[in-house]
Nanobody, 128 residues
Framework: VQLQASGGGLVQPGGSLRLSCAVS????????IGWFRQAPGKEREGVST????????YYADSVKGRFTTSRDNAKNTVYLQMNNLQPEDTAVYYC??????????????????????WGQGTEVTVSS
């Protein structure tokens, strides 16, 4: 399984970005996909996950109400829509996958150690 994250960039506080995670696998809906971020000097932290099959989403408290994860099964891509970005959201963002779980609803937490497959990161900088 290969994952390719993209869509990062420089944005002003209050702005928006949409990250994409293209997954090179038979069908992305069979996998749990997680979004993580790592700020300079800090540990990697979970941002959001989307369960296999049902596509139920979960968010860290720090991004709840501002970030939205969605999945396009036809494009084998998962998105992270980030609104009202703040300087503390500055980090390298990664997507990760665990599975496959065909036809099964599997939800996972925000712990990075639970995911076996990782893409390269995309950098998000929030600054005026």
């Amino acid at each position: 399984v290969q994952l390719q994250a993209s869509g990062g960039g420089l944005v002003q506080p209050g702005g928006s970005l949409r990250l994409s995670c293209a997954v090179s696998v038979g069908t992305v809906r069979n996998y749990v996909i997680g979004w993580f971020r790592q700020a300079p000097g800090k540990e990697r932290e979970g941002v959001s996950t989307i369960s296999s099959t049902s596509g139920t989403t979960y968010y860290a408290d720090s991004v709840k109400g501002r970030f939205t994860t969605s999945r396009d099964n036809a494009k084998n891509t998962v998105y992270l829509q980030m609104n009202n970005l703040q300087p503390e959201d500055t980090a390298v963002y990664y997507c990760a996958a665990e599975g496959p779980y065909p036809g099964t609803v599997v939800a996972m937490g925000l712990g990075p150690d639970d995911y076996d497959y990782w893409g390269q990161g995309t950098e998000v900088t929030v600054s005026s």
